[in-house]
T-cell receptor
Framework: KQEVTQIPAALSVPEGENLVLNCSFTDSAIYNLQWFRQDPGKGLTSLLLIQSSQREQTSGRLNASLDKSSGRSTLYIAASQPGDSATYLCAVRRDTGNQFYFGTGTSLTVIP | DAGITQSPRHKVTETGTPVTLRCHQTENHRYMYWYRQDPGHGLRLIHYSYGVKDTDKGEVSDGYSVSRSKTEDFLLTLESATSSQTSVYFC???????????FGQGTRLTVV
């Protein structure tokens, strides 16, 4: 079974700081990895999708990298803003099967 | 936003009663999923569907059944609700290949 871990569980930073969120997975035979954002009481919003053949993806101030062989992905947020406060989740899809395995998330607070 | 609608959004029900949650999509995507989200466990897969009348179990399928008689609708049924099924339930959809998953807004179910 694929195990997905996100460290730290919670992070608090001052506005304007650059930060990195981590996601690790135990089985490197993945199809792709997706990062989501979840606001309190809301659904999941897709941020970035990285295919197993890719090294990174960028969207605005967000950059996600993938090192499949070491079982790690990072989400880099540049120039953080209070509106970035949310829980960030990573999900891994194995190259066999159709389900996604989720980490338990990192709760981010950006202090004005 | 991806066209996913979950209903109801909130429900309180009594132990032992049957409950059906509905997920409706307007995207004509092949894959549909039901996840539950609980503190400390993250999101866990209950069941998923890979086509009309084609479904498979996830890691926490006991006590749940699903049906998909049309591409756009995926129903989750709790045959006899228990307090351990109090949770937030999310539906997700995905097209074929290595495409993104999109999530609904969730259904908060309380079993008393």
């Amino acid at each position: 079974k694929q195990e997905v871990t996100q460290i730290p569980a919670a992070l608090s930073v001052p506005e304007g700081e650059n930060l990195v969120l981590n996601c690790s997975f135990t089985d490197s035979a993945i199809y792709n990895l997706q990062w989501f954002r979840q606001d309190p009481g809301k659904g999941l919003t897709s941020l970035l999708l990285i295919q197993s053949s890719q090294r990174e993806q960028t969207s605005g101030r967000l950059n996600a990298s993938l090192d499949k062989s070491s079982g790690r992905s990072t989400l880099y947020i540049a120039a953080s803003q209070p509106g970035d406060s949310a829980t960030y989740l990573c999900a891994v899809r194995r190259d066999t099967g159709n389900q996604f395995y989720f980490g338990t998330g990192t709760s981010l607070t950006v202090i004005p | 936003d991806a066209g996913i609608t979950q209903s109801p959004r909130h429900k309180v029900t009594e132990t032992g009663t049957p409950v059906t949650l509905r997920c409706h999509q307007t995207e004509n995507h092949r894959y549909m999923y039901w996840y539950r989200q609980d503190p400390g466990h993250g999101l866990r897969l209950i069941h998923y569907s890979y086509g009309v009348k084609d479904t498979d179990k996830g890691e926490v399928s006991d006590g749940y059944s699903v049906s998909r008689s049309k591409t756009e609708d995926f129903l989750l049924t709790l045959e006899s609700a228990t307090s351990s099924q109090t949770s937030v339930y999310f539906c997700a959809i995905r097209d074929t290949g290595g495409t993104e998953a999109f999530f609904g807004q969730g259904t908060r179910l309380t079993v008393v």
